[in-house]
Every structure is written in structure tokens, then in C-alpha cells.
């Protein structure tokens, strides 16, 4: 009874995660924001140990056990949906594996992503990103088929593998996820947890079937504390009742193990301690220069400096982007007109062959869980914040080149950056020109510009500075003087 | 009885006499053309709420029951091209909006659709505009226009444009009723009925690659509307077609509404005090046969409310 309420809790959860992070429709927005804030490692990456979210999942492991996985991980039930496929399909009966020794390497080399302050060192085992690169992934490719770029198909791959491995032989991530593994630590000292009564228990092995963790030891009649995810399919399968949750009974009250559960303790605590220490904010700065991103061979000032691609609008700088996104793809999967894109390390960036970004809009920087994108405190900002800038050759432009009006990039312009004037030499054709001060970089002008080449181009910038918003109408402007239509009861016609 | 008057009436009797012994197709279309002898070709209204013109204005032309019949199906095209709240004035006047959708209904309309390939993300400009909101209030349904699968290709016999994807609900309609907004726009000059049904098609680049003055005015050999309904209450008239700053935007409190579109264009182009023959998309529709520039050969009602 018990298992199935979790069951479904978790079911329900997934649902919305696999809704959420396949439609950019605006009444998902504050769902798929909630959601994606519910998890872990954004969290950790949002707000350190000051996180309330990262802070109460680590209470609750360290009380109860490890909750969060088998209720709030959307990729720990989906790796049990196919589980449970697999077993229609022929899948061998569920079997007591037996923790590999180096299983804290795979996990202690993702964790070296947090130490250092490396995202995307973190990102290929984070549960919550395999989770958001592969279902965009899959989404993607069921969209653009062989089109895909190679990222999408390198995350899809990866995540097939996972659900491979969950159909033969259950949540096998689980046991290298580093933050079940972190987890799985702090349970282990949890007064709380699954208990086997060695007195009741007549060794039929349903539990050790039943277990999708693999963790149950049906012939020696024990279970992994640290890897027990609370699942409670095993108490589910008992016939007799030799399985429960709730307070553990002491395993050994010999001194060595109270003395290892004290270590423990203290070792979780020191390194918490370190992530929200300045030490590691000046490695993550240290690393973001070595890496290379913030080159500027276009440099134009002491301010602005050039990238070689887009970040999303609310990314302060390429250093903070660069040290908090995890490429979970929850901006991906909100942006509305489908132009964030991930690139090979599968952050985010912005792709303005596909649409441009929307002069109202803020759901990326809204539903980013980890604040590398950060939420702007009211619409205006957003209005007035430069993620790029936009350069026109005019030469290009086709008023130009011949003749035709057109006039597609100013009419798109939210700032009016971009403006169309009178030609000199054939007064009733108007050509845009460009004041590069009011460019907010939202690559509309790149878009529809029909030109082939495009008479723009727009590029990357860090920091995300604010400009000064619209642009002032020109008093000389045309179609300023008083109108006809405005006194009396006449007609200009 | 004037003498002059006295040979009019007979010669209306005896016109009317003779339609009844004429065959039975030929008797509707004669009737039909001695009706509309009697309505304006245009009708220029100011001083009064968009909706409450429309009310004025459609009755001057015989009532919407003269574009629509019992049993059809309708498309109304309004502006829905930008998530700009109502006073930016670059999108079609909600309430005017809801208001056709309702006299169509009232006339028998089987079904109202409307649509718009709007330039910023539909859901947006749906609900930024609040035509989203009106048009479900009115009973309208807004057909989908986001996505390449809603358009289907045709051929037109344009002077540019000799093939383009236009919306479905065109295709399969009966009456095609065109709801802009007159505002100033940077590229074509001006913004008007015709330049509003660059929304009914799917590749908005192709216009501007191929011409866009032309393609235009070529939309017209595709479909032409039924009944262009010129929104003027608040214009946008320079910086547009999106505007943005409220210097941009006049209050004029005036609506045109004529079934010749080329008309409402060229009428509604003196009201941003441009020449519609110096307007090449006016011009080249025009010249194509598909209305009357000259608004001096037009019978124009003009009504201050």
C-alpha cells in the first residue's frame, strides 16, 4: 500500500517533469519553474549551503533517508517505469548486487566538478541534466530527425544507455549518481530507515526481486543503508511483514562504528563548509579564465567584450554563467520561440537562425534553477539588458543592393536601435540605419533580414550590460507634424 | 411630380418590372447590382468608440448580412502582430475586433475564425494584444497560425509573387473580412488593409526577398477580402508598424470601412496625410483592376458621431 502511494507520488512527478520539458506553452511556465527548483544540484549551484532547497534535502537524508530520490529524482523513476517495462519483456528476476569497491570514483570525480566550481565536469553524471539533456534530446531528434547537431545526439546516446541498463537490470544509475552518492552518505547515519527483521523473515527472496536499487540481501537478511532509497517495493513484496520503515535498529554499538558515524559527520560538514567558502568561488573564477571563453579578439573596450556565442539574457557575465549552469535544459525547454540551443559542453546558447529572443520575455532567466541565469527584478530590465550586439553592412541590406522596400529589421526592433530614413538618392525608399548604442542584441534584425548575405550580424557579449532602453523619437522624425484628421469634422478625403 | 423625377421612377419601375421576366440567375445578380446602387462605397467615421462606429458604420452599408450570409464561414484578420498593450495602438482594437466577430455570428455565420501569423510568439501577442481574450468572449475561435503545417502552398498569377503558403482558413472560408490597424510602417510606408493580409501567409521573408511593394498588392489575385474595416482610433504614425513610445501614437477616433479595399486603403492613407498613389502597393492593386484609387469617383458617407 505504502509503496504504491510512493509510487505514484513519484509517477505524478515525472509526468509533470516529461510535460514541462516538452512544451514551452505559457501556463507550464510556473510549473516547470517549480519543478526544476525542487532539484538538488541546481539548488547547490544556486545558492551553495545557503540553498534552503539543497540545505532540507541534505536535513532529511541525514534524518530519514534518501526521500528525494525515490519521490523528486525524475530520472531515478523514469530508470523504474522501464524497470518495470523490462520485466514484461522478459527482463531476469532482480538480484542482490553487491557494491563495487570503487563506486565512490565515478561520483568523487563529478563532486571534483563542485570543488573546482565546473559545471559541465558535474553535468555529465548530474542526475537532473541527464534527465533534461536526454529528454530534449529525444525531443529534438523526434522534431528534426538526422538534422540534429552532434550534442543532441551524443546526449540522447547517453541517455539511452541509462534506460538501457534500467530495463535489464534496474536503477544502475543510481549507484554512480553523485548526488545519490552524497546522499546515500548522509543516510547512512539517519536514525530513520528501512528495517529487516531477521526473526520474522523466512528467506523466500521476493524483496531481492522486488528491489530496484538491487540493494537487498534476501539470503543474508540485510539490506545497503546507504543505497536504499526508500523505495518500500520491498515491504510492498514481503508476505509476512519482515520489512518496515522506520526507526532503525542499531546495527553495532561497537566503538569503532560509532566513532566511523561520528567522521562521517564531521568529514560532510567540513566539505559543505567548503563550497560556500570564498576558496572555492576563486577556483571557480581561476578556471572560467583558463577556460578560454572570455578570448576577445574583438575587444572594442575596457566594458564589452565579445563571445563567440550568445548567452541567454540574464547571464550577468560569461564567468558567473560559465561557473553556475549545469545544462539541465530547463531554458531550453522554456524558451517559447525554441531558439536556445545547447552547445558541446551542453550549456545553453542562443541560436537567432531559428526566431529571436522575445522583448517581453524572461522564462529562461525565470525557471534556471542553478541562477546562472538570473531572474531580472521587473520586465523594464530585461527590456534594457544587452546580451549581444547586432552590426549592419549596409551594402547588403537589399533597399540597397536593389531598390525594394523592406524595412523587415526595423520593423522588429523593439528599441528602435534600428530605424528606417529617407535614401538620398531615391527619396520615397527608406533604408535602416543603425544606432548601435540601443542595440539590446535580441537578434530580430538577424532573423527576418531577407538579404542573402544577411546584411547582419550579431554577436555575443559579457558582461550582460544595461543600456538605456528605447530610443528617444527624433523630433525631425517622419510623419511627426500635426495630422490632418486631428481638428474639426472633416475628411482629408 | 417633377417632371424629372416622374421619368426616374419609371424608368426604375420598368427597370424592376423587367427583372422579372429575365432568367432566374441573371434576376439575383441584377436585383443585387440595382440594392447597391443605394450604399456608399465608403464609409469615413470619427468621434466615437471603434466598436460603436463599426455598429454605425456597417448599418450605412447595408449590415454585415450583406457580406454574410446564413450557414458561411467566415475568416476575420485582424492585427495581432505584436505583444504591445492597447495604448501602443500596433495591434487591431480588441473591442472592434470582438464586435465583427459578433455581427457575423448574428448574421448566421456558421463559424468565425481568426487568425494572424504574428511577428513576436503568438501566445504573446495573443495575449499582450487582448484580441486573444475578445475574440473567445465574442464566440470567434482563433485558428492556430504558429506553425508551417497550417499553411498550405497555392499558385497566384502575381506581377512578383507567383506562388506562396497561405493559412488554411482562408482556403476553406467563404468570407474574408479584413480588420486592420492604420499605422505609419517603415518599409511598406504604410499599414493598411492590404498590408494587414501579409498575415495570412506563411513566409514573410519571401515578400521582402522578392519585393514587397508587389507582393502586396499580388496577395490580392489569391483572395481578395470581402470587406476591409479600417481601424483608426488610435494610430501609430511614424516608428511603426511596432511603435513604442506614446509620442508615436495619435488619437484620431476615426474608422473606414468599405467592401473595396484598394478604397479603404487609399482613404485611410490620407488620414496619415500620404498620397495613396504615392504609396506603391495602392498603386500597383490599383492598376491591377482590384479597386478604385480615385477617391473623387468614389460615394463616400462621411459620419462624425
Known amino acids: ?493 | 411630380m417633377e417632371r424629372r423625377e416622374f421619368l426616374k421612377k419609371s424608368l426604375t419601375l420598368g427597370l424592376g418590372a423587367g427583372v422579372l421576366f429575365l432568367p432566374k440567375g441573371l434576376r439575383g445578380g441584377v436585383a443585387k447590382a440595382l440594392a447597391e446602387e443605394n450604399y456608399p462605397d465608403l464609409v469615413a467615421l470619427k468621434g466615437a468608440s471603434p466598436e460603436a462606429m463599426f455598429d454605425r458604420g456597417i448599418a450605412a452599408l447595408g449590415g454585415i448580412g450583406r457580406f454574410v450570409k446564413p450557414g458561411q464561414t467566415v475568416v476575420v484578420k485582424p492585427n495581432i502582430s505584436w505583444d504591445t498593450p492597447l495604448d501602443g495602438a500596433a495591434n487591431t482594437s480588441p473591442a472592434l475586433v470582438a464586435r465583427v466577430v459578433k455581427h457575423c455570428l448574428d448574421a448566421g455565420a456558421k463559424r468565425v475564425f481568426v487568425m494572424d501569423h504574428s511577428i513576436e510568439y503568438w501566445e504573446r501577442s495573443l495575449d499582450g494584444s487582448g484580441i486573444g481574450a475578445a475574440v473567445k468572449s465574442a464566440g470567434g475561435v482563433y485558428a492556430p497560425s504558429e506553425d508551417a503545417r497550417y499553411y498550405q502552398k497555392i499558385d497566384l498569377k502575381g506581377a512578383v509573387l507567383q506562388s506562396t503558403q497561405i493559412h488554411e482558413s482562408l482556403l476553406e472560408s467563404d468570407v474574408l473580412i479584413s480588420v486592420p490597424v492604420l499605422k505609419h510602417h517603415g518599409g511598406a510606408g504604410v499599414s493598411i488593409a492590404m498590408k494587414n493580409l501579409m498575415g495570412c501567409v506563411w513566409d514573410r521573408r519571401d515578400y521582402h526577398s522578392k519585393g514587397l511593394q508587389n507582393c502586396i498588392a499580388d496577395f490580392l489575385h489569391a483572395k481578395k477580402p470581402d470587406l476591409s474595416i479600417v481601424d483608426a482610433y488610435r494610430v501609430i504614425t511614424r516608428h511603426g508598424p511596432r511603435g513604442g513610445s506614446p509620442d508615436d501614437v495619435a488619437e484620431m477616433s476615426a474608422q473606414i470601412i468599405s467592401p473595396d479595399i484598394v478604397a479603404a486603403d487609399a482613404a485611410s492613407a490620407r488620414l496619415l496625410g500620404r498620397e495613396p498613389a504615392d504609396v506603391p502597393h495602392i498603386r500597383f492593386a490599383a492598376e491591377a483592376g482590384f479597386g478604385q484609387i480615385d477617391l473623387t469617383k468614389l460615394k463616400i458617407e462621411r459620419l462624425a458621431l
Request: hydrophobic residues 40%.
Open chain 1, 1 to 493: 500500500m505504502l509503496s504504491w502511494c510512493r509510487l505514484s507520488v513519484a509517477l505524478g512527478i515525472l509526468a509533470l517533469f516529461l510535460r514541462t520539458f516538452t512544451s514551452s506553452l505559457q501556463k507550464w511556465s510556473a510549473l516547470r519553474s517549480a519543478l526544476a527548483d525542487t532539484q538538488f544540484t541546481g539548488a547547490l549551484m544556486s545558492g551553495g549551503l545557503f540553498s534552503v532547497v539543497a540545505l532540507t534535502v541534505l536535513i532529511v537524508s541525514a534524518l530519514l533517508g534518501r526521500w528525494y530520490c525515490s519521490l523528486l529524482c525524475p530520472l531515478g523513476t523514469l530508470q523504474e517505469v522501464l524497470r518495470r517495462a523490462g520485466a514484461r519483456l522478459g527482463r531476469k528476476q532482480g538480484k542482490y548486487l553487491s557494491p563495487w569497491r570503487l563506486r565512490y570514483v565515478v561520483p568523487a570525480l563529478a563532486g571534483l566538478g563542485i570543488f573546482f566550481a565546473l559545471p559541465p565536469l558535474f553535468g555529465v553524471m548530474d542526475p537532473i541534466s541527464n534527465f533534461g539533456r536526454g529528454v530534449r534530446g529525444a525531443y529534438i531528434l523526434a522534431v528534426e530527425g538526422a538534422a540534429a547537431a552532434p550534442p543532441v545526439w551524443a546526449a540522447t546516446g547517453m541517455f539511452a544507455v541509462v534506460l538501457a541498463f534500467a530495463a535489464l537490470r534496474g536503477r544502475r544509475f543510481c549507484d554512480w549518481c553523485p548526488v545519490g552518492t552524497l546522499l546515500g552518505l548522509f543516510a547512512r547515519v539517519a536514525p530513520a530507515g528501512m528495517n529487516m527483521n531477521r526473526d520474522v523473515c523466512v528467506g523466500c527472496g521476493n524483496c531481492e526481486r522486488a528491489c530496484p536499487m538491487n540493494c537487498v540481501d534476501a539470503s543474508n537478511k540485510k539490506l545497503d543503508r546507504d543505497r536504499c532509497i526508500l523505495c518500500l517495493s520491498c515491504a510492498g513484496s514481503c508476505a509476512v511483514g519482515a520489512l518496515d520503515y522506520g526507526v532503525r535498529a542499531p546495527e553495532s554499538t561497537e566503538r569503532r562504528a560509532l566513532f566511523l558515524k561520528g567522521f562521517d559527520l564531521l568529514a560532510y560538514g567540513a566539505g559543505l563548509a567548503y563550497l560556500g567558502s570564498p576558496v572555492a568561488r576563486g577556483w571557480r573564477r581561476r578556471l572560467v579564465r583558463a577556460g578560454g571563453r572570455e578570448n576577445s579578439p574583438r575587444n572594442t573596450g575596457p566594458e564589452t567584450t565579445f563571445l563567440d556565442s550568445v548567452m541567454p539574457p540574464g547571464a550577468p557575465n560569461a564567468g558567473h554563467f560559465l561557473a553556475h549552469c549545469i545544462g539541465c535544459q530547463a531554458c531550453v525547454a522554456a524558451c517559447p520561440t525554441g531558439i536556445i540551443r545547447t552547445d558541446r559542453t551542453s550549456r545553453p546558447e542562443l541560436d537567432y537562425t531559428r526566431g529571436y529572443c522575445q522583448y517581453n520575455c524572461t522564462e529562461c532567466s525565470h525557471v534556471c534553477p542553478a541562477h546562472a541565469l538570473r531572474p531580472f527584478p521587473d520586465i523594464d530590465e530585461k527590456r534594457r539588458t544587452r546580451i549581444a550586439l547586432s552590426n549592419l553592412t549596409r551594402a547588403r541590406c537589399v533597399v540597397i543592393t536593389r531598390g525594394e522596400s523592406c524595412g523587415a529589421c526595423a520593423e522588429v526592433c523593439p528599441t528602435h536601435a534600428l530605424r528606417m530614413e529617407p535614401l538620398n538618392d531615391a527619396p520615397s525608399l527608406t533604408a535602416p540605419v543603425f544606432d548601435s548604442t540601443y542595440c539590446i542584441g535580441c537578434g530580430g534584425c538577424l532573423n527576418v533580414c531577407p538579404a542573402d548575405p544577411k546584411a547582419f550580424a550579431v554577436t555575443g557579449v559579457t558582461p550582460q550590460v544595461r543600456t538605456p532602453g528605447m530610443r528617444p523619437p527624433d523630433p525631425e522624425d517622419e510623419g511627426a507634424p500635426a495630422l490632418p484628421m486631428t481638428a474639426g469634422d472633416d475628411f482629408p478625403f
